[in-house]
């Protein structure tokens, strides 16, 4: 699969599904109510309609898989980078990154010695992006 265009990605996007190295993780335990991405900036909308992070987004439309460099403005990310990867399909998306921050994850499976988090979202569509 192509890398999606920015554009693709803004919305307002809501968690499914997550594990972490594979091991399922309710969706309820997630700080994240709703992600909202505007190009090339994101929000974090806690389960209380607060914004608790956000941030650049930078995405390599020539990588494979798509690379993703999430960058904290504000919040418990301020001043980190993430390396992650994604995936689009249509209104779903899976965003993976290390949570050690130690490298790009090469794949949506975790190397025996990676610790990645993986969130499934789908775009939730009649909420305008706020």
């Given at each position: 699969?192509?890398?999606?265009?920015?554009?693709?990605?803004t919305?307002?996007?809501?968690?499914?599904?997550?594990?972490?190295?594979?091991?399922p993780?309710?969706v309820?335990?997630?700080?994240v109510?709703?992600?909202?991405?505007e190009?090339?900036?994101?929000?974090i909308?806690?389960?209380?309609?607060?914004?608790?992070?956000?941030?650049?987004?930078?995405?390599?439309?020539?990588?494979?898989?798509?690379?993703?460099?999430?960058?904290?403005?504000?919040?418990?990310?301020?001043?980190k980078?993430?390396?992650?990867?994604?995936?689009?399909?249509?209104?779903?998306?899976?965003?993976?990154?290390d949570?050690?921050?130690r490298?790009?994850?090469?794949?949506?499976?975790p190397?025996?010695?990676?610790?990645?988090?993986?969130?499934?979202?789908?775009?939730?569509a009649?909420?305008?992006?706020?």
């Amino acid at each position: 699969m192509r890398c999606a265009l920015a554009a693709t990605l803004t919305g307002t996007w809501a968690p499914v599904a997550a594990d972490v190295s594979g091991r399922p993780l309710a969706v309820a335990q997630l700080r994240v109510a709703r992600l909202i991405i505007e190009r090339d900036r994101y929000r974090i909308v806690d389960h209380a309609a607060e914004v608790v992070d956000s941030g650049e987004l930078q995405l390599d439309q020539a990588a494979f898989p798509c690379a993703l460099d999430i960058t904290g403005l504000h919040g418990p990310h301020a001043g980190k980078r993430m390396l992650a990867i994604i995936e689009l399909d249509g209104d779903r998306l899976c965003v993976c990154y290390d949570l050690e921050q130690r490298e790009r994850p090469a794949s949506m499976r975790p190397k025996a010695d990676q610790l990645l988090l993986s969130i499934t979202y789908v775009r939730v569509a009649g909420l305008p992006v706020v």
